[in-house]
């Protein structure tokens, strides 16, 4: 009883101090085209940093333990850890896309065969317009459009295998939370994920 | 004059005209040129933002606003056309930029719909289906699309023929409705009969109610076309196009001269706004 205690008044004493979320504000707070503009920002920066994380959790180069980290972070860049967000994978070979849960993506992305994997970003891409979906909460997209290469090792050789350029449409959302202490400030976090227009690159 | 524009906007969108797809890898002056939203598409068409996405400043210049709209077409639908063909092209841009009553495209118009053709699995097997989507705004300003109407062969309730021979007898209380039985078992086809005659079948509740007893499930969208019927005299449709070109991306598919009274024929026969 004691121990459990203890360890939630650890619990409470962390939060405070990290100023942590408590609840989503009960009022509504408009939102100004300074917002707007740093959430297209952050939610650019955002699914860079993803891009980066999936040629990591790809390449067969990298250490396990290395693409379990980089898979949490990816999950930390998406609303609800990654949690019912639905990735479509589409390939040169295939007509229509397959489905798979986040998580389920990422494994089978650390599980390919390439020895390496390379994934660009084009540095053209869209955010659409920001809709209002809740008290606080709205939704925009964004498109970009990736590169995806795989390569086998021959000796100290790479040889590309496979290759293709996919514009892929990206769900943002973004929300206003609440400290302990009254503080608000917006929350932006990535979705589902579409795919179309897959075409082989050379 | 508006073969100015259409040379205009040929220059604006292809500065090289030569063949380009995503094969060609991240050649930006070409993703640039796509239209990757619809987002985007209304934000050309309004005049709102540059190819770049940068927002435009002299926004009420009709010239460029309408070198802007006719790259947006699907080229197929100019190139190589008879003056006469064009001509409802110029009257499209006059309407769209009439400097007195420009028409400007809001996502929260109530009349613009988007027709997605889905690949459904009804109880396994799979077969096709047609929703109509239209945006809509509730009392707190949040936004949604919703389904405002959908067809499928499968879903109608008509029977194939009308059979006067079917009702229930005037006398079948007198029996204790008896016929009930017969009638949702060996006459399950004809069940509308029974109905009033006023009756109106909402294609929507038989779809709501497949969906929710599990037996329909949509497995993917193949095809969306948006219906625009914001311009006054004009329907305009716009799909995703992919192809060796620049113009390429969410482009105008069809546009159609309607007066008002065809565009209430359009609604009911089209979009099956009649639900």
Request: hydrophobic share 35%; aromatic share 12%; glycine share 4%.
């Amino acid at each position: 009883m004691n121990t459990k205690l203890i360890f939630s008044l650890l619990i409470i004493v962390l939060l405070s101090a990290h100023g942590r979320v408590i609840a989503q504000p009960d009022e509504e707070v408009p939102l100004t085209d300074d917002d707007i503009k740093q959430f297209k920002e952050r939610a650019g920066v955002m699914i860079d940093s993803f891009q980066d994380y999936l040629s990591i959790i790809g390449s067969k180069e990298r250490p396990k333990e290395v693409k379990v980290y980089y898979a949490d972070e990816t999950l930390e860049l998406f609303i609800r850890k990654g949690e019912r967000v639905t990735m479509e994978v589409s390939s040169t070979r295939r007509t229509y896309p397959t489905r798979y849960p986040l998580k389920t993506y990422l494994q089978r992305l650390a599980n390919l065969r390439y020895a390496k994997v390379e994934i660009k970003q084009a540095g053209i891409y869209h955010i659409s317009n920001f809709y209002k979906v809740g008290e606080n909460k709205y939704r925009a997209v964004a498109s970009i459009f990736q590169q995806f290469c795989g390569y086998s090792r021959y000796g100290d050789r790479y040889v590309k295998r496979y290759c293709d350029v996919t514009k892929k449409t990206i769900e943002i959302y973004i929300y206003l939370m609440e400290t302990w202490n009254g503080e608000k400030y917006w929350i932006v976090k990535l979705g589902d994920i579409s795919v179309a227009d897959t075409t082989p690159a050379y | 004059m508006y073969k100015f524009y259409i040379l205009l906007a040929i220059w604006v969108f292809s500065n090289s005209i030569f063949a380009q797809t995503l094969k060609d890898g991240f050649n930006e002056e070409f993703l640039k040129m796509r239209v990757k939203q619809l987002d985007e598409f209304v934000k050309r068409f309004n005049y709102e933002t540059d190819i770049e996405g940068n927002p435009i400043a002299d926004r009420n210049n009709v010239q460029k606003r309408k070198g802007y709209i006719i790259s947006l077409f699907d080229y197929e639908l100019l190139i190589n056309k008879s003056n006469d063909s064009l001509q409802k092209y110029n009257q499209f841009l006059d309407a769209v930029a009439n400097p007195n009553a420009p028409v400007f495209l809001n996502y929260h118009d109530s009349n613009w719909y988007a027709v997605a053709d889905c690949k459904v699995k009804l109880n396994g097997k799979l077969t096709k289906l047609r929703l109509v989507l239209q945006t809509e705004k509730d009392k707190k300003q949040n936004k949604h699309w919703v389904i405002r109407s959908v067809r499928a062969d499968f879903l109608s309730l008509q029977p194939k023929k009308v059979d006067d021979s079917k009702f229930i007898s005037p006398v079948s209380h007198e029996l204790n409705f008896m016929d009930l039985h017969k009638i949702t078992t060996e006459e399950r086809a004809n069940i509308v009969h029974y109905a009033p005659e006023d009756f109106q079948v909402d294609e929507r509740n038989v779809f709501f109610y497949l969906i929710k007893t599990g037996q329909l499930q949509i497995e993917h969208v193949e095809r969306i076309v948006y219906h625009f019927l914001q311009v006054p005299g004009f329907i305009f449709t716009v799909q995703h196009i992919e192809r060796d070109s620049n113009n390429v991306g969410w482009l105008t598919s069809n546009l159609m001269p309607q007066t008002l009274t065809q565009k209430k024929t359009y609604k009911s026969s089209v979009l099956s706004l009649n639900q």
